[in-house]
């Protein structure tokens, strides 16, 4: 059973550029989430998906960042215009439900530097 | 609203001694706590957990903590530190009544000396 598959591992990108991260879950998983975590700070949560379903966006800024988890495919986080204050570790987990006692599987993270 | 403190951003032990990493939270319900390990480049793994019963909870690679309600607490122990376990730590605490969402401590990045 795979775990938590996220691409790239490292994304560069040139500022005003469009950033997709994409993150698919562990097999049977349907809840996704998103965190951030900037240099020499903790995860901060960024959104909750559930299939075809924005559950929790309360972390997302209001501007530039977007996501979603289709019926068929990976949770793709998109990041438009971005800018170098986006730079960070962007990792993806996944449950197979979503309660508060259930273990999150972590996937590898995406390191976005924008330059 | 539940949060999570860890004291002491960083932490540097000698190999085979001792280390302990603080963890407290605040809640206004008893609480599910976690504790994940993140090395160099990769992303987090869950050394241990508590829920419920059992307030020593053991977990991976040697690790355990002590969830003590009268202290607000979740120290995480080892008994002997390896050259293999630096690393940086996370406490986090689910985001009650939201879906699973984690509250993650700031973090200790924990240094082993030879």
């Known amino acids: 059973n795979a775990g938590v598959m996220q691409n790239p591992r490292h994304l560069v990108r040139r500022r005003g550029q469009e950033a997709r991260l994409r993150c698919s879950p562990m097999?049977?998983?349907?809840?996704v989430y998103w965190y951030r975590q900037l240099p020499e700070e903790g995860l901060k949560f960024m959104v909750y998906?559930?299939?075809?379903?924005?559950?929790?966006e309360s972390g997302m800024p209001k501007e530039r960042f977007s996501a979603e988890f289709p019926k068929e495919g990976p949770s793709i986080l998109r990041i438009q215009q971005v800018v170098r204050g986006d730079s960070a570790a962007y990792f993806c987990a996944s449950s197979p439900t979503g309660t508060d006692n259930t273990e999150a599987f972590f996937g590898q993270g995406t390191r976005l530097t924008v330059v | 609203a539940q949060s999570v403190t860890q004291l002491g951003s960083h932490v540097s032990v000698s190999e085979g001694a001792l280390v302990l990493l603080r963890c407290n939270y605040s809640?206004?319900?008893?609480?599910?706590l976690f504790w994940y390990v993140q090395y160099p480049n990769q992303g987090l793994q869950l050394l241990l957990k508590?829920?419920?019963?059992?307030?020593l909870v053991k977990g991976i690679n040697g690790f355990e903590a002590e969830f003590k309600k009268s202290e607000t607490s979740f120290h995480l122990t080892k008994p002997s530190a390896h050259m293999s376990d630096a690393a940086e730590y996370f406490c986090a605490v689910p985001s009650y009544n939201q879906g699973g969402k984690l509250i993650f401590g700031q973090g200790t990045e924990l240094s082993v000396k030879p």
């Open positions: 097999k049977g998983h349907s809840h």
């Open positions: 809640s206004s319900v008893p609480p599910y």
């Open positions: 998906l559930q299939k075809e379903n924005i559950i929790d």
């Open positions: 508590y829920t419920t019963g059992a307030t």
